[in-house]
């Protein structure tokens, strides 16, 4: 996968965000020192996200989250988001990984976003589905997460709007 570095990013930051090494990052992108804003950086172990049909659009404001497949509607479904519409971030992110029973308030699932801290998982809370009230993830309902999981591959694009 290709990552196109944003500013204030250092491959520390990206080697972070992706849960990938620095040793592996560097490996696959020899010579790379210093960063400038657009450089394209490989990114191992992750498909190019088109090759996967799949795409995810999080609305916070409206507190849903929409799966795609090629473009066609597949379903929405209802999340939790930050307490302040600031503390989940926006922006374009990709699935990094995934960890089933994760335990503590994560629910069945957490699917890793590729901006370290930050990911969709289930809750142990299903009444907060609806409202403002994480500290910047995305909930849902465990059987929504379960179900989403099985659908979408690591490498999924997910933008996430205010």
């Not at 059987?143 to 999981?149: K, S, Y």
Request: hydrophobic share 35%; charged share 15%.
């Amino acid at each position: 996968m290709i990552h196109i570095v944003k500013p204030g990013e250092t491959l520390g930051i990206i080697s972070a965000n992706y849960r990938v090494s620095l040793q592996r990052l560097h490996a696959a992108n020899p010579g790379v020192g210093h960063l400038h804003v657009g450089q394209r950086i490989q990114i191992p172990g992750l498909p190019e996200p088109n090759t996967i049909p799949y795409s995810i659009q999080i609305s916070v404001e409206k507190r849903r989250l929409t799966l795609y497949n090629n473009g066609k509607l597949v379903k929405i479904f209802p999340i939790a988001v930050g307490k302040m519409l600031t503390n989940t971030p926006t922006g374009d992110f990709v699935i990094v990984n995934r960890q089933y029973n994760p335990g503590g308030p994560f629910g069945v699932l957490w699917l890793s976003l590729s901006k370290q801290g930050y990911g969709i998982h289930g809750t142990n809370d299903p009444s907060s589905i609806g409202k403002a009230v994480s500290h910047g993830c995305v909930r849902m309902y465990n059987r929504d997460v379960l179900q989403l999981a099985d659908m979408v591959p690591n490498g999924t694009r997910v933008t996430i709007r205010p």
